[in-house]
C-alpha cells in the first residue's frame, strides 16, 4: 500500500525558513514526478513545485527564488526547502506523486503558518 507521509510543517515568522519532507513507501511502480501543492481555506490546491524522476523542475511564480525542491531517489523521500517565508505562504501543503501520467497519490498534508 503507497503511503506519502509529510512533516516539517509548523509555525514561523515572516523572513523564516521550513523543511517539508516527503516520505514516499510502498512504491511498487515507476514514478513519473513528485510535486508539492498547497491549499487555504476556500481556495483550490495549487501546484508549488514539481520534480521529476530525472531532476527537472518547475516552481509557481510565487514561490520561484524562495523555494527549492529536491528528492533523494534512493531514499525515495522529497524535499521543499522554503526561505522567506511570508504571511501568504500559509496553507496545508501537500506532497503528491504521479505514476503512469495519469495516476497519483496524495499525502495527508503539513500546515504551514507564517505568523509574527
Known amino acids: 500500500q503507497v503511503q506519502l507521509v509529510e512533516s516539517g510543517g509548523g509555525l514561523v515568522q515572516p523572513g523564516g525558513s521550513l523543511r517539508l519532507s516527503c516520505a514516499a513507501s510502498g512504491i511498487m511502480f515507476s514514478i513519473n514526478y513528485m510535486g508539492w501543492y498547497r491549499q487555504t481555506p476556500g481556495k483550490e490546491r495549487e501546484l508549488v513545485a514539481t520534480i521529476t524522476s530525472g531532476g527537472s523542475t518547475t516552481y509557481a511564480d510565487s514561490v520561484k527564488g524562495r523555494f527549492t525542491i529536491s528528492r533523494d531517489n534512493a531514499k525515495n523521500t522529497m524535499y521543499l526547502q522554503m526561505n522567506s517565508l511570508t504571511p501568504e505562504d500559509t496553507a496545508v501543503y501537500y506532497c503528491?506523486?504521479?505514476?503512469?501520467?495519469?495516476?497519483?497519490?496524495w499525502g495527508q498534508g503539513t500546515q504551514v503558518t507564517v505568523s509574527s
Open positions: 503528491k506523486v504521479v505514476y503512469h501520467w495519469t495516476s497519483y497519490y
